[in-house]
């Protein structure tokens, strides 16, 4: 199960944040810090996947953006090193014309991911909604 969804920029500052299970505020800023401490400080050479304290961590690094993902020992670390890099490309495709929308990205996340657990991975179905939405908009 997924515990957590984060993008990070290369400064250590968290520009998404998803909890799939509650963590008070206090808590989460102290294990931002600490997860993005230790996926900075890791060279390229080194493995995308971390054993940190009672889970794992899985990222991996996209110019100036970290994706990280918190994951229970159950969770199948290359199935989610694999739902990092298909979430990159949904962004990259939806994006390609239009300016960065957070709450467009929560709704690409949500599509894709359902209280911790992968549900979607196929593009088109993932981008359905936002292309209805675009379509509301314009009209």
Known sequence: MI???LMVN??????????YEH???NKRTMLEAE???NCLSRSKDQCSFIEYKDFKLVYRQYAALFVVVGIDQTENEMAVYELIHNFVEVLDKYFSRIMFNLD????ILDEMVLNGC???T???RILAPLFVLDKVAES
């Open 3 to 5: 515990k957590f969804f």
């Open 104 to 107: 467009r990205v929560h709704i």
């Open 118 to 120: 992968i549900v979607e």
């Open 10 to 19: 290369k400064q250590g500052q968290t520009r998404l944040s998803r909890y």
């Open 23 to 25: 963590v008070e505020i």
């Open 35 to 37: 997860v993005i401490k």
């Open 122 to 124: 196929n593009r088109n």
